[in-house]
């Protein structure tokens, strides 16, 4: 980025900032002096992760007013924050992909030349920080040192950035430290875009929640680096989750032979034979990824442990096999929906030492959101700070207010999640949510169609197409706003990890937890029994299962699913697994029109296996 330099502030910036670094790389220095210039922060401070440094900022926003504390004894060293009603999730309209080349970053992400886009920043950051603290946020997704991690640094102007930075990554003093001279690492810049001097050197008031309405989420996956603008929420903000782990990470793992992805990650063990087994699973966002993570099995002999809810990093480890790590510290999980019914687990592991965004606030002191419950309190403080009843008609917490938590605080926790070169994989999940045609479960017939499942994972658009193949709404391995380059690419990607995995690879299955009936009735209970798919998936995985191959892949054989304790109708199982060849047809063509928007970039591989699934439907 070229700088517009304040004629004579350049040293005095310099100086300041070399000062008071805490580390001597001269790549980090002069990178932090740049944007400093840029940027015109009162002051830089550097973070070293430590409770104090989190005490100091915690009471700086207090006495500011951008952070409420909750009552000390029923959520301990927790704060409530409310945003600005209109930066309030993550806004893929403004998220960019400045690839040198636009087919690079192919048809399903918004594309900007690089040089244009920095044109384009260049006056909205002169001086965005005027006013306010720049914060150097150094991180390491992954352990330090791990064979799958990665470091990077977030300078933002936002403290709760900073704190939820704390909480989502191993941040401090040992991540700086890890990042030598010569090394790779990702270089992140964020700011509100709500100077508190103006150019003119008026001093302005600050608010609770500052942000812009201008907004700009931009990557630079050539040059690794990301420039948010704009605004202060989840993932626009915390550069470290969607930004770096999914969208620079992709691109990262193409150029260097592993895979980031959009998948949460468990333990399973087999309480007989004491054998561990570790999975990822895709699913879109808002299909239960969490709720899978710290799924609590309601049949005997299986034990889940956590390891990650929303991002997993997977490469090829010494023994050939693909070993997985989750590179998040923290869960920045939807508050709405998770119950003491739905997830105990979570609720279990928000009981202290919690960031709440736009969640509704009790008379006590304490927090809830629909869903938590099921006795709705009698009067709250809603999410925008106004009183609220049962009666008020509106939710009490925003849709999207978030938990932010130390995933060490899960009772389901891992060991494995502090393995410093991750686990081995044995079993992939995709998943979508399907009223209709996709079976509760299937194996890939191989990694090749596997891919493919991937690639096609759908939604019904609305229920008012349910009960027939309406138009999908395709989210390729969950991941169609965080591919960081063309997602056709990104499939040829795949097919090569899996020819180079070779024997070793994982096996990878379909589910479908929301196939519905004719009469609208979700057809299977979720939730706990989804261990019985778990159950099924390993046992198939162990030869101890024999399924039966259909056109679409292979599915449990009559009986196979331990379905003890349970009552599913006979009519509902047969549902569940109905393969309609008509309706599969119609959906293979919507997948070609879907492959069609790409181009000649589709692999040949994937074409044929649209091929192949017709030719099976059709005999
Ligand atoms: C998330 C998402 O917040 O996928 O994790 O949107
Ligand atoms: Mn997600």
């Known amino acids: 980025?070229?700088?517009?330099?304040?004629?004579?502030?350049?040293?005095?910036?310099?100086?300041?900032?070399?000062?008071?670094?805490?580390?001597?790389?001269?790549?980090?220095?002069?990178?932090?002096?740049?944007?400093?210039?840029?940027?015109?922060?009162?002051?830089?401070?550097?973070?070293?992760?430590?409770?104090?440094?989190?005490?100091?900022?915690?009471?700086?926003?207090?006495?500011?007013?951008?952070?409420?504390?909750?009552?000390?004894?029923?959520?301990?060293?927790?704060?409530?924050?409310?945003?600005?009603?209109?930066?309030?999730?993550?806004?893929?309209?403004?998220?960019?992909?400045?690839?040198?080349?636009?087919?690079?970053?192919?048809?399903?992400?918004?594309?900007?030349?690089?040089?244009?886009?920095?044109?384009?920043?260049?006056?909205?950051?002169?001086?965005?920080?005027?006013?306010?603290?720049?914060?150097?946020?150094?991180?390491?997704?992954?352990?330090?040192?791990?064979?799958?991690?990665?470091?990077?640094?977030?300078?933002?102007?936002?403290?709760?950035?900073?704190?939820?930075?704390?909480?989502?990554?191993?941040?401090?003093?040992?991540?700086?430290?890890?990042?030598?001279?010569?090394?790779?690492?990702?270089?992140?810049?964020?700011?509100?875009?709500?100077?508190?001097?103006?150019?003119?050197?008026?001093?302005?008031?600050?608010?609770?929640?500052?942000?812009?309405?201008?907004?700009?989420?931009?990557?630079?996956?050539?040059?690794?680096?990301?420039?948010?603008?704009?605004?202060?929420?989840?993932?626009?903000?915390?550069?470290?989750?969607?930004?770096?782990?999914?969208?620079?990470?992709?691109?990262?793992?193409?150029?260097?032979?592993?895979?980031?992805?959009?998948?949460?990650?468990?333990?399973?063990?087999?309480?007989?034979?004491?054998?561990?087994?570790?999975?990822?699973?895709?699913?879109?966002?808002?299909?239960?990824?969490?709720?899978?993570?710290?799924?609590?099995?309601?049949?005997?002999?299986w034990k889940v442990e956590t390891i990650g809810d929303d991002i997993s990093w997977l490469r090829k480890g010494a023994d050939g096999r693909l070993n997985a790590i989750n590179p998040e510290a923290g869960f920045f999980g939807v508050a709405p929906g998770t119950g003491e019914t739905t997830n105990p687990v979570a609720m279990e592991t928000l009981w202290g030492h919690t960031i709440f965004t736009n969640v509704a606030l009790t008379d006590d002191g304490d927090v809830w959101w629909e869903g938590m419950t099921e006795e709705v309190p009698a009067h709250l403080t809603d999410w925008l700070g106004n009183d609220w009843t049962p009666e008020s008609g509106r939710p009490a917490a925003h849709p999207n207010s978030r938990f932010t938590v130390p995933i060490t605080q899960t009772p389901t926790l891992a060991d494995d999640w502090f393995e410093q070169d991750g686990v081995p994989l044995d079993a992939i999940l995709f998943g979508g949510r399907r009223a209709t045609n996709v079976p509760l479960v299937a194996e890939s017939l191989n990694w090749e169609h596997g891919v493919f499942m991937g690639a096609t994972i759908s939604s019904e658009k609305t229920a008012a197409q349910e009960g027939t193949v309406g138009e999908l709404r395709r989210d390729p391995f969950a991941m169609l706003p965080f591919c960081g380059y063309n997602m056709a690419d990104y499939w040829g990607h795949w097919l090569e990890i899996g020819e180079d995995l070779g024997e070793a690879a994982p096996h990878i299955f379909q589910v479908n937890w929301f196939r519905k009936g004719a009469d609208g009735r979700f057809l299977w209970p979720g939730f706990g029994d989804n261990s019985r798919v778990l159950d099924w998936v390993i046992r198939r995985l162990e030869g101890e299962k024999e399924g039966v191959q259909t056109a679409i892949g292979t599915v449990p054989a009559p009986g196979e699913l331990n379905l003890d304790g349970i009552e599913v109708p006979e009519a509902d199982l047969q549902e569940l697994f109905r393969i309609d060849a008509d309706s599969w047809l119609a959906e293979c063509d919507l997948t070609e029109d879907f492959f069609g928007q790409f181009g000649d970039r589709v692999p040949a591989k994937l074409t044929q296996q649209l091929a192949d699934l017709r030719g099976r439907l059709r005999a």
């Open 1 to 301: 980025m070229t700088l517009a330099q304040v004629p004579g502030t350049h040293g005095l910036i310099e100086q300041r900032v070399t000062a008071e670094a805490t580390t001597q790389n001269p790549e980090i220095l002069s990178w932090v002096t740049e944007m400093a210039t840029l940027l015109q922060p009162d002051s830089v401070y550097w973070c070293n992760g430590t409770q104090d440094e989190w005490n100091l900022i915690t009471e700086g926003m207090v006495a500011a007013g951008s952070l409420i504390p909750l009552d000390k004894d029923k959520r301990p060293g927790s704060f409530l924050a409310r945003s600005h009603p209109d930066d309030v999730a993550r806004v893929e309209d403004r998220t960019f992909i400045c690839s040198e080349k636009e087919e690079d970053a192919g048809p399903t992400n918004n594309w900007r030349a690089p040089a244009e886009m920095r044109a384009e920043l260049e006056p909205l950051l002169n001086g965005a920080m005027r006013g306010r603290t720049m914060y150097v946020v150094p991180f390491s997704m992954g352990p330090v040192g791990g064979a799958i991690s990665q470091l990077g640094v977030q300078l933002t102007d936002s403290p709760y950035a900073v704190l939820n930075m704390r909480i989502m990554t191993r941040m401090g003093q040992e991540a700086l430290d890890g990042i030598l001279p010569g090394s790779e690492w990702v270089r992140t810049v964020h700011t509100v875009g709500a100077p508190l001097v103006t150019k003119d050197g008026i001093q302005l008031e600050d608010v609770a929640w500052p942000c812009s309405d201008t907004k700009y989420i931009t990557h630079f996956p050539e040059t690794l680096e990301v420039f948010s603008y704009g605004s202060g929420y989840g993932g626009n903000a915390l550069l470290s989750k969607k930004c770096f782990a999914l969208r620079i990470a992709s691109v990262m793992g193409r150029n260097e032979g592993w895979l980031a992805e959009h998948m949460l990650l468990l333990k399973l063990t087999n309480e007989d034979t004491n054998k561990a087994y570790h999975i990822t699973a895709a699913f879109p966002s808002a299909c239960g990824k969490t709720n899978l993570a710290m799924l609590q099995p309601t049949i005997p002999g």
